[in-house]
C-alpha cells in the first residue's frame, strides 16, 4: 500500500511537472523542487527490480540531501544496467528498425543506444563514453515517462493537425514519407538524432539542475549532428538516383543499393565509389564487410594516390611550365598572375599635395637664403699682370702730323719732357686725391703732426731655418690659474662683510682701529717732542 | 781755284771744287713745278694761301704763285734755295694739299724726308658696284669717321677719302700697316677686327721706336 501511494505521488509528481509551465523552471520554486524529487524517487524505485546488481532499493531525496548527492544515488544503480542493456541491444540489432517509436522502455532506449554504439564505433573517445553514460542515465531516469509523453505528444499533433487533413492530405503519411526521405539519405541516423533532440529537450526542462546538463547536451546534439553529416559525405553529396526516387526498393538496405548504383553509373569511378560504398557501409550500422582501420586508411591513401597520378599525367598550367612565350599562353593571363620580377628602376614618385609643398617651400628657403646651384665659374687666378691695352682714340686727333713728328723728334732729343700716357693719368688723378685727402688729415692734428721716428736697430738674425722662426702658438690654452685660491686671498680667518657683523664684533673692530690710530699717532707727538 | 805750286817736279794738284749751288746745277736757270688746283679745293686754298705760302716762301725758299686764270700754283726756285729737294718738298706739300688734307699735316712733309703720299682707290682693291660700294666708302670712315680716326692714331698717318680715291700720309711702314687696315675694311672685314689687327701693329711699331 505504501508503495502504490508512493508510485501514485509520483506519477502525480511527474504529471505536474509535466504541465508545469516550462517559464517556472527558470525562476526557483519550492512545489517544483518537491515534484523533481517525487518524482525521481518513483521512477527509481521503479527501475530498482531491473538492475542486476542490489542498488540500494530507495532514493533518499530529503531536502537535506544535494543535487550532487542525488545525482550520485541515480548512478549508483545506472552504472550496473549498462552492460545488460548493451547486450540487449546486440540482440536487438538484428531486426531492422520497424517501429521507430516503441512503446516499450527497453526498445525506446535502443534508437538513443544504438546512436551510442555507433559513436562508440566510429570514434571511440573517452568524451563520448562519459557523455553517453551521462545520455543513458538521463534516459534511464525519465524512461517511463518518455513513452508516455511521446504518446501525448502523438495524440496532442493528432488533435492539432486534423484541421488540415483532408482526403489527399493525411499528416500521418506525410511525416512517414518524410521519414522515409531522411533515412535514404542519411542512413537512419537523422530520424534517431531528432527523437534524440527531441528527449533531451523534455529533459532539459524538467531537470532543475539543469545547466551542467543542458550544457552536456548541447554539445552532445552537435556531435549527434556530426556524426550525421559524416554519414552523409560518405556518399558524396547524396548519392541519390533517378532509380532511388522513383524506383520502390522496399526491400533493398539502404547502403547497399547505394554501392551498386554507383557501380552501374560510373565506370570510371567505380573503385572509388566502391572505396565509398564501403566506407558507407563501415558507416552503417547495417553492413556485411568490417573493414578494419588500416583497411580504411589503405583505401584513402589508394584513393590519394589515383588523384596525384592523375593530376600529374596532366599538362601543368602555364604557370607552371617556366619559359612561357605569349603565344603558348592565352591572351592577357600575366595580367591575372601576379608576376615578380625586379625592377632596376626607382618607381615614379607619386606626387601628392604633400611633395608638392615640400618642394615649394624648399624653394621658398633657397630663393629667401639665396642659395642657388648655379655653375659657377672658376675664377681664374692672374698668373700674369694684365696687359695694358692701348686704348684706340677714335677721334681726330689735335696735333697734326707734323706736331706729332715733333713731339716725337724733341722726345728723343730729350728737350721736352716724356708725354703722359692715359694710364699715367689715372694715377695723377689718384695721387691728387691722396693728397687732399693727407691735407685734410693733416689739418685735423694743426699741422704737428710728427711721423714715427725711424729706428734703425741692429738685430741679429739667426740663420735658421725659416720653418723654426714661426711663432708656435699653443694648441690649447688651459684657463686654469697657477696659484690656487687660498694662495691668492690674503687676509686672515673668517672674513665678514659689514652687514654681517654683529653689535659686539663691530664694537671689536672699532676698538681695534682706535688702538692701531692711537698706537701711529703715539709716535708722531714723540717725534716732535723729539724735535 | 787754287793750283798749288807743289815743289815735285810733274805733280797736278787736284782740282777742289765747291758744291754747286742749286741755281747752278740746273745750268743757272730757275726750275719750276706745276700744281693744278682741283675746283673743290679752290675756296679751301684761297682761305689756307698764307699758311701755304710762309713756309714755302720762308723756310723752303721757294717762290710760289697762284695762277687763277690757269688754276694752278706754280713753284720755282730762287737763287738762294738751300737744297735741290726744296722744291720737290713744296710740290708735293701743295699736291698733298691739294688732295685734301690739312695744312698741319701737309706741313710734315716739308719737315721730313721720309715721309710720303700713297693713293689707291677703291676698285684697285675690290670691284664694287653700287650700293656695296657706298657700304665699303662708310665701312672705311665708320661713325662720324671713327674708324678712320683710328687708324690715323693708331698708325700716325693721315687719311683722306675721296669718294673712290683713298690718300694716306705718312711713312711708308706706317703707310702699309694704315693700307692694309683700308685693304681689310674695304674687303668687308668688320671694324673690330681691324681694331684688334691696329693694336698689335701699332705695340709693335711703337716699341720700335
Not at chain 1, 738674425?461 to 690659474?481: F, G, H, K, R, T
Request: with cysteine; net charge negative; charged share 35%.
Amino acid at each position: 500500500m505504501d508503495a502504490t501511494a508512493a508510485a501514485d505521488k509520483g506519477e502525480a509528481a511527474l504529471k505536474l511537472l509535466e504541465y508545469a509551465d516550462p517559464s517556472h523552471f527558470l525562476s526557483p520554486s519550492a512545489d517544483l523542487v518537491t515534484a523533481a524529487r517525487a518524482a525521481s524517487q518513483h521512477i527509481y524505485s521503479s527501475l530498482v527490480p531491473l538492475s542486476p546488481a542490489q542498488p540500494p532499493s530507495t532514493l533518499l531525496t530529503d531536502p537535506a540531501f544535494d543535487a550532487e548527492q542525488i545525482w550520485s544515488q541515480i548512478e549508483l544503480l545506472a552504472r550496473p544496467l549498462l552492460p545488460h542493456l548493451r547486450r540487449q541491444l546486440r540482440r536487438l540489432e538484428q531486426q531492422p528498425p520497424s517501429q521507430p517509436q516503441a512503446t516499450l522502455p527497453l526498445p525506446v532506449e535502443k534508437p538513443a543506444d544504438s546512436e551510442e554504439e555507433e559513436e562508440e564505433d566510429g570514434q571511440g573517445s573517452e568524451l563520448d563514453e562519459l557523455k553517453e553514460l551521462e545520455e543513458t542515465d538521463d534516459e534511464e531516469e525519465l524512461s517511463d515517462d518518455e513513452e508516455d509523453e511521446e504518446e501525448e505528444e502523438e495524440e496532442l499533433d493528432q488533435r492539432a493537425h486534423k484541421g488540415l487533413e483532408d482526403q489527399f492530405l493525411k499528416i500521418g503519411e506525410m511525416a512517414e514519407f518524410l521519414d522515409k526521405g531522411d533515412e535514404e539519405e542519411y542512413g537512419g541516423g537523422a530520424n534517431r538524432g531528432e527523437e534524440k533532440k527531441a528527449t533531451k529537450n523534455w529533459m532539459a526542462e524538467s531537470d532543475d539542475e539543469g545547466d551542467e546538463d543542458r550544457d552536456e547536451e548541447g554539445d552532445e546534439d552537435l556531435e549527434d549532428f556530426e556524426d550525421d553529416d559524416e554519414d552523409g559525405e560518405g556518399e558524396d553529396g547524396g548519392g541519390i538516383m533517378y532509380k532511388d526516387f522513383f524506383e520502390k526498393s522496399h526491400n533493398r538496405p539502404a547502403k547497399k543499393r547505394d554501392g551498386s548504383t554507383k557501380k552501374v553509373q560510373f565506370k570510371e569511378d567505380t573503385h572509388t565509389m566502391e572505396l565509398d560504398g564501403s566506407e558507407n557501409d563501415d558507416g552503417n550500422v547495417e553492413e556485411e564487410q568490417g573493414l578494419s582501420t588500416h583497411e580504411k586508411e589503405q583505401l584513402k591513401a589508394r584513393a590519394k594516390i589515383e588523384q596525384m597520378e592523375k593530376a600529374a599525367l596532366e599538362s601543368s598550367a602555364w604557370t607552371m611550365q617556366g619559359e612561357v612565350t605569349a603565344s603558348s599562353r592565352p591572351i592577357n593571363s600575366a595580367l591575372e598572375v601576379d608576376l615578380d620580377f625586379e625592377h632596376n628602376v626607382r618607381p615614379a614618385p607619386v606626387i601628392t599635395e604633400e611633395v608638392t609643398a615640400s618642394l615649394e617651400d624648399m624653394i621658398k628657403k633657397r630663393i629667401a637664403e639665396g642659395h642657388f646651384d648655379d655653375v659657377e665659374k672658376p675664377s681664374l687666378l692672374p698668373s700674369k699682370a694684365p696687359k695694358e691695352h692701348k686704348e684706340l682714340d677714335e677721334s681726330k686727333s689735335k696735333k697734326g702730323l707734323a706736331e706729332l713728328y715733333e713731339d716725337d723728334y724733341a722726345q728723343k732729343a730729350g728737350i721736352a719732357p716724356a708725354p703722359l700716357a692715359i694710364s699715367d693719368e689715372l694715377k695723377q688723378q689718384a695721387n691728387t686725391l691722396f693728397k687732399r685727402i693727407c691735407l685734410k688729415l693733416d689739418a685735423l692734428s694743426h699741422f704737428h703732426f710728427a711721423p714715427k721716428p725711424v729706428i734703425e736697430d741692429m738685430s741679429v738674425q739667426a740663420n735658421v731655418p725659416a720653418l723654426a722662426m714661426e711663432e708656435i702658438a699653443p694648441v690649447a690654452v688651459s684657463d686654469a690659474a697657477m696659484l690656487a685660491p687660498e694662495e691668492v686671498f690674503e687676509g686672515k680667518g673668517d672674513v665678514k662683510e659689514e652687514g654681517e657683523l654683529t653689535q659686539a664684533e663691530r664694537k671689536r673692530r672699532r676698538a681695534n682701529k682706535k688702538r692701531r690710530y692711537a698706537a701711529s699717532h703715539k709716535e708722531r707727538p714723540a717725534k716732535l717732542q723729539k724735535d | 781755284m787754287e793750283v798749288d805750286h807743289a815743289a815735285g817736279p810733274g805733280a797736278v794738284e787736284k782740282p777742289r771744287f765747291d758744291a754747286l749751288t742749286p741755281s747752278e746745277m740746273s745750268g743757272g736757270r730757275p726750275q719750276f713745278r706745276k700744281v693744278p688746283v682741283p675746283p673743290h679745293r679752290f675756296s679751301p686754298l684761297k682761305r689756307c694761301w698764307m699758311e701755304i705760302y710762309t713756309p714755302v716762301y720762308e723756310h723752303m725758299k721757294v717762290d710760289i704763285r697762284m695762277n687763277i686764270k690757269a688754276r694752278r700754283v706754280e713753284l720755282k726756285t730762287r737763287q738762294d734755295t738751300p737744297d735741290v729737294s726744296n722744291l720737290q718738298k713744296c710740290a708735293d706739300f701743295v699736291h698733298a694739299f691739294m688732295l685734301g688734307f690739312d695744312i698741319a699735316d701737309a706741313v710734315a712733309l716739308l719737315r721730313l724726308d721720309d715721309l710720303y703720299v700713297d693713293s689707291f682707290e677703291i676698285k684697285d682693291v675690290k670691284t664694287l658696284r653700287g650700293e656695296h660700294l657706298s657700304r665699303a666708302i662708310g665701312r672705311l670712315s665708320g661713325k662720324g669717321g671713327k674708324t678712320k680716326y683710328a687708324i690715323e692714331n693708331s698708325t700716325r698717318t693721315r687719311i683722306v677719302i675721296a669718294d673712290t680715291k683713298i690718300h694716306i700720309l705718312g711713312s711708308f711702314v706706317n703707310i702699309k700697316v694704315a693700307r692694309d687696315s683700308l685693304c681689310s675694311l674695304i674687303l668687308g672685314s668688320p671694324a673690330g677686327k681691324v681694331y684688334s689687327k691696329l693694336r698689335a701693329v701699332s705695340a709693335r711699331l711703337a716699341e720700335r721706336y
